[in-house]
T-cell receptor, first 112, second 114 residues
């Protein structure tokens, strides 16, 4: 079945460091891919998405490119801030188009 | 435009009780989905409602149920609560279908079962 695998955390970085959070997926076809972010005590916020191969989603300095050859959707940011500290979830819409399937989440902690 | 709202934000119940959680979607959104988030299992899909009908269901026991009203507001109910039901319950709304429209999440209801 469809699944998402993302790197285990926590990821600890200093402010202004480069961020990569790896995400790979298993799916039939080419599902839409998403990154959601969850700040402490809050629900999920959509960070960015890509709906087809080679699409690049971007928002707030974060980027991710839909790579069908490697079935990946890695999240990157050139210079992280303390305010980026949160849990990041990679997700896809399942084959039936009925629900999101999430990875386990990666905790990012950025210190000044 | 107001986002997805969920009430209450926190609940404490004891084993065997039942609980009802409420979700108001973004205005104009007709699809409402529910997810359970736990440290062990992560985020799991419970069910989706559209036009007052359950359209899709995840792999949860029958103790978990829901409904949707004509104004698209949704409730979910858990009967005979178990300790393992302690979780953050998230509601998400989309325009018409999760397959074509982005899902927007509410802040969640934190349920603790003692």
């Amino acid at each position: 079945g469809d699944s998402v695998t993302q790197m285990e955390g926590p990821v600890t970085l200093s402010e202004e460091a480069f961020l990569t959070i790896n995400c790979t997926y298993t799916a039939t076809g080419y599902p839409s891919l998403f990154w959601y972010v969850q700040y402490p005590g809050e629900g999920l916020q959509l960070l960015l998405k890509a709906t087809k191969a080679d699409d690049k989603g971007s928002n707030k300095g974060f980027e991710a490119t839909y790579r069908k050859e490697t079935t990946s959707f890695h999240l990157e940011k050139g210079s992280v801030q303390v305010s980026d500290s949160a849990v990041y979830f990679c997700a896809l819409i399942n084959q039936a188009g009925t629900a999101l399937i999430f990875g386990k989440g990666t905790t990012l902690s950025v210190s000044s | 435009k107001a986002g997805v709202t969920q009430t209450p934000r926190y609940l404490i119940k004891t084993r065997g009780q039942q609980v009802t959680l409420s979700c108001s979607p973004i205005s104009g959104h007709r699809s409402v989905s529910w997810y359970q988030q736990t440290p062990g299992q992560g985020l799991q899909f419970l069910f989706e409602y559209f036009s007052e009908t359950q359209r899709n269901k995840g792999n949860f026991p029958g103790r978990f149920s829901g409904r949707q009203f004509s104004n698209s507001r949704s409730e979910m109910n858990v009967s005979t609560l178990e300790l393992g039901d302690s979780a953050l319950y998230l509601c998400a709304s989309s325009l018409d279908s999760p397959s074509t429209d982005t899902q927007y999440f509410g802040p969640g209801t934190r349920l603790t079962v003692l």
